[in-house]
């Protein structure tokens, strides 16, 4: 790759001379108050630091020339102001920032929790980020209601630490940022590393490093109430925050606390229930020793929405129908419910050995559940309102391509009767009365799939300036995790119980009962509620790592090189020996193990005090994530077959530019992803039954350019401008294995035709043009924003030989099957007000008000797929029908967010 030829010319480049440093320091405090800016990010030139208590900074090895001291901190507008050093260390004395209109307070960076599907929640964690860097910070906010990707990159490359202790879900990978929402107050202490660039922290990700502060010595001394009014996921929040600083007996508290609620959120069917809590304590024991303790939770139940097909929309005449809600005695039920409470405990001992060495070290535990509620059915009809075979499209008789009495019919049905065109709940309770009557068992019941976790972290980094003109960090990460995996039965719908078998191997193996257990320990169990049944397993995994960095810095060139060793290891221990797997299903599995490693190094040539040219590059090496280590855990611990580590190869060149007028950034990029896994489930009509697709050995390469500038155009009014470019495409055909739930069939494996396939789930162009204005302690912002180049993610059934066996050479119904739906671009415009208010030098009022969608744009769809179900016989695309097309979610409308703060 050509970035790697420049990254080794680069290092390879003259040694350059020593030369004497000097240093800048000063005072940062807020202007509506006079009191210190705490733990505020300060920047000249490569060299950055962090405000003290006190509000005071000293920035060091800095060379003769002109600067940018830039400040910048979540609640306040960045400050820059011009250095120009000469002979000596250069003093600023005491500098103001002035408070502004942030994210948290208009809401911005709770839009999206919780308001998609699963998938969508764990797409938004760059919504939190803080960053000085223009592109960050207008990706992070402004473009979330559009699920964008930094990179193209998903949020499982991305690692988020809490007071030095890394919260990505081992499983999945990814941070649930929802486990901490409302807590804004005291979470606002963030710094953002992008992509590859060094951290003191951490030895980072791909995708970047988020680090959040919540010591409580670092939080602002305050007591702060605040309410909002939202037409988003919620209709209204509070939040009380009190917060002492540090006291003269050396103790430090801070409490807070929140609700969201909304009885019915933007889309029809949702609501929203979410209380959080925050207690953090801190002793000062010495001038080198500080114990702290913080203890968090965002316990949540909410309804979800769904996604769905384009004819659904079209037929009530809205793009956010939500399939998941009925009437039940005159009221919504929403049949899936999101139940989270995931609480965390952090034990922290900071530890000062002298002014150029520090130890952090962590111990951390979190444990809870999340659950998620679903219909299940047995022997019945599906009770899902959008099911194919209910919609106007479908016909019995595929020869057929429209009946217009039956299609007529079905149309006024969905357009005017509510137990058509949603969850029927009446008649599944009549059903069950039905089957009550006969003795039998209900044919319609309210399930709750569960995943518990329990987790222990020790972490301990040290922070060290070994020279004048070297530092070294490094650390020790340690956790153990325990993922359980169960469901229960939530509601009998008015039947009398349930049995635990498996009813696709029923119709499958009538004549062998052993197949149709769930568990062949407990055969033909009748099931109450509160029961478990269908499946009950633990995923355990053991990761450590040891990770070292080390930074040069010298007149023109700086330097950084950054390694990590580790290892995993992982196991399945069953708690029901199922039927269709008697031989790997119960008690403790086969221990896995992987060892990684990871290098990443980089250089930067400071043409002078504001202008640079950076460059960075990679290797990592990766282990399957846990979720995707079994092709079928819910009946085994079988391995995915051909499964074997990722390998990503990644490199970025940027240049930079720093004025207090003027800031840039322009960097091209490219990463290659080497035999990634992936597992898709879901059920097979022609099969009758769950299906687990497992893609192994899946090539991909994500190239781009990102560019960001704000631009001063008058004192107080801002231009800002920020685009994306990414081309991200699968670069090979995976091999995919398909396994059968119900044991039918043997596993059967073939060549997945993806090769040039785009990757989906973000734009990969996304465009923001903003004016901000600020004076007076008034505040606007105004944005226009464009999205193009989306693909749906696609289906790989329908890329393989399988799906066009029956077809001729140059069949028109190819293409239609096999080609990438690209989704439209579109326009949206935000805009914002707000105002902070002083009264009597004591209290601060803070008012702000911001609509997203200003024009209404209903029609911009952000984010879908096909499904993964597929009609081999092609029938009814011979008649135009597709019987299983795509489906879609759209961003959300005008929305507003209101909110009052009150502080003193």
Not at 203 to 227: C, D, E, M, P, W
């Amino acid at each position: 790759m050509k970035i790697f030829y420049a990254f080794a010319a680069l290092l390879l480049s003259a040694a350059t001379a020593f030369a004497q440093t000097y240093s800048i320091s000063g005072v940062v405090n807020e202007g509506l108050t006079g009191k210190p800016v705490i733990h505020a990010t300060v920047e000249a030139g490569t060299v950055s630091g962090y405000t003290a208590n006190d509000g005071s900074f000293t920035l060091e090895g800095l060379n003769k020339g002109a600067y940018t001291v830039t400040i910048t901190m979540i609640g306040y507008e960045p400050l820059s102001v011009p250095v120009s050093i000469s002979n000596g260390p250069v003093s600023l004395g005491k500098l103001q920032v002035q408070p502004s209109q942030t994210q948290a307070e208009s809401g911005i960076s709770e839009i999206t929790l919780g308001s998609e599907s699963d998938d969508k929640d764990q797409a938004v964690s760059s919504l939190l980020h803080s960053s000085g860097d223009v592109f960050v910070n207008t990706a992070s906010y402004t473009f979330s209601s559009m699920f964008f990707r930094s990179r193209g990159y998903d949020s499982e490359y991305e690692t988020v630490l809490i007071d030095g202790v890394p919260f990505n879900d081992a499983e999945t990978g990814r941070a649930v940022w929802g486990e901490w929402g409302g807590l804004n107050d005291v979470m606002r202490n963030r710094e953002f590393i992008n992509g590859l660039q060094p951290g003191k922290f951490s030895f980072g990700s791909l995708a970047g490093s988020s680090y959040i502060t919540t010591r409580t010595s670092k939080q602002r001394k305050q007591v702060k109430f605040s309410y909002s009014l939202s037409n988003r996921s919620y209709s209204n929040r509070a939040m009380f925050t009190y917060s002492t600083g540090m006291m003269k007996n050396n103790w430090a508290v801070t409490a807070s606390a929140s609700r969201r609620w909304s009885q019915e959120g933007y889309v029809e069917g949702t609501f929203y229930d979410a209380y959080a809590y925050f207690l953090g304590v801190e002793k000062k024991i010495n001038a080198k020793h500080s114990l702290s303790f913080t203890g968090f939770a965002s316990p949540t139940r909410r309804g979800m929405n769904s996604a769905s097909v384009q004819e659904v929309y079209d037929l009530v005449g809205s793009n956010y129908y939500n399939a998941n809600w009925g009437y039940q005695n005159g009221e919504k039920r929403n049949a899936r419910i999101r139940n989270i409470n995931e609480p965390k405990l952090i034990l922290n001992h900071y530890w000062t050995i002298d002014e150029k060495t520090t130890v952090t070290t962590a111990l951390a535990y979190s444990f809870g559940k999340t659950g998620t509620t679903s219909l299940n059915w047995y022997n019945s009809s599906d009770p899902r309102p959008d099911y194919y075979r209910y919609l106007p499209n479908y016909q019995q008789d595929p020869t057929v391509a429209v009946d217009p009495v039956v299609q007529a019919a079905t149309i006024e049905a969905w357009k005017n009767d509510p137990s058509v065109s949603q969850i029927n709940w009446d008649k599944l309770y009549q059903i069950n009365y039905l089957a009550n009557n006969e003795g039998k068992q209900a044919r319609y019941i309210l399930e709750n799939n569960i995943t518990g976790q329990n987790q222990w972290n020790l972490t301990s980094r040290i922070n060290k300036v070994t020279g004048e003109h070297s530092n070294f960090s490094g650390g020790i990460e340690l956790t153990h995790y325990k993922g359980s995996h169960y469901k229960t039965l939530v509601d009998l719908l008015g039947g009398n119980y349930w049995v635990d078998i498996d009813q696709y191997s029923e119709r499958d193996f009538k004549a062998d009962t052993a197949k149709l257990q769930n568990d062949l320990n407990n055969p033909n169990k009748v099931i109450k509620k509160g029961d478990r049944f269908g499946y009950d397993y633990d995923l355990l995994s053991n990761t450590g790592n040891i990770w070292g960095l080390i930074e040069l810095t010298y007149p023109h060139f700086d330097y950084y090189a950054a390694a990590t060793f580790g290892g995993t290891q992982y196991w399945r221990e069953g708690y029901m020996l199922n039927g269709r797997n008697p031989d790997n299903s119960f008690g403790v599995s086969e221990k896995q193990s992987s060892i990684l490693y990871n290098f990443k190094a980089g250089a930067t040539y400071k043409i002078t005090g504001r202008h640079f040219v950076t460059v960075n590059g990679a290797f990592l090496k990766r282990p399957p994530l846990l979720r995707d280590a079994y092709i079928s855990p819910r009946t085994g611990a079988d391995l995915v077959p051909g499964m074997t580590d990722e390998n990503i190869l990644s490199g970025d060149i940027s240049y930079v530019v720093r004025y207090p007028g003027f800031n840039a950034r322009i960097t091209a990029y490219e990463t290659s992803f080497k035999d990634h896994t992936e597992i898709l489930r879901f059920y097979a009509d022609d099969l009758e039954t769950f299906v687990n697709m497992a893609m192994t050995g899946i090539n991909r390469v994500h190239q781009g350019i990102e560019f960001g500038a704000e631009t001063r155009l008058l004192s107080s009014l801002k231009l800002v401008t920020v685009a994306s470019y990414g081309n991200y495409r699968y670069t090979n055909r995976p091999t995919g294995t398909i396994n059968y739930d119900n044991g039918s069939m043997p596993d059967t494996t073939q060549t997945i035709y993806a090769k040039n396939f785009y990757f989906g789930g973000t734009p990969q162009f996304a465009g923001s043009l903003g004016l901000r204005f600020n004076k007076n302690y008034w505040f606007v912002d105004v944005n226009a924003n464009y999205y193009d180049k989306m693909w749906l993610d696609f289906n790989p059934m329908r890329r393989t030989q399988a799906a066009i066996a029956n077809l001729g050479p140059g069949d028109q119904l190819i293409e239609l099957i096999t080609k990438q739906q690209q989704l439209d671009g579109g326009f949206t415009f935000d805009a914002s007000i707000g105002k902070s208010i002083r009264i009597k030098y004591k209290y601060f009022i803070n008012i702000n008000f911001s609509v997203n969608n200003i024009l209404n744009n209903t029609s911009l769809i952000s984010g879908g797929y096909e499904q993964n179900r597929f009609d081999y016989t092609h029938e009814y695309l011979q008649n135009g029908i597709d019987k299983f097309p795509a489906k879609y979610y759209y961003s959300y409308g005008r929305t507003y967010f209101f909110n009052v703060g009150f502080r003193f």
